[in-house]
């Protein structure tokens, strides 16, 4: 191997290097808010999104939101879903999406969706130590929320869900009665931390 080719070698691991640890430090950094339906990867999210606020503009719901300059420079004005508040209600157009002429939020080719067309957004669990049905009272508040066949099951007067069907849209959650909600809302897991971390409010 000449001089040449060693130098170029070597800026080539290092930039590797470089653009794994800025990956894992944007995805520790995530954890802190749940993006839009078929969002990219952070960084590649962070890379693709113009702050054009389209996606936000377009959603029914009024869910999406531009995260505050407080949380860094460098997400200032990227979306972010507000599931603490309302539920995504998976909208068939997916006008979200539509709407992002970047590609920043992008919905997979039919052959690589593994998810059965539902995209996962966040990670929902029911507390049996809040839920009225769980301690006596009848509810079913949450009954009928759920835009996923199966996700949200009973269990005579009881609701479960089903882990392995939901995809975190806090619909159920949006329609809880209590406050504080027993339905609770986390950012999905990723390989660089799998501990449950606050979501980022809504405006």
Known sequence: MDRRAFFRRGLKEVAEVAVKHVDAQV????????RPPYALDELEFLLACTRCEACAEACPQQ???PLPARLSAQVAGTPALDLLNRGCRLCPEWPCVTACEPGALRRPDSAQDESGGWPELAVATLDTRACLPYL??????????????GALLWEG???????DLCVGCGSCREACILEPRAIEIRTLPTDVSTSANTVAPGP
Do not use: N
């Open 63 to 65: 869910l999406i939101f």
């Open 136 to 149: 006596g009272p009848e509810c079913g508040a949450c009954a009928g929320s759920c835009p996923v066949p």
């Open 27 to 34: 995805s520790r950094q995530a954890k802190r808010w749940i």
């Open 157 to 163: 007067e009881r609701p479960r869900i089903d882990a």
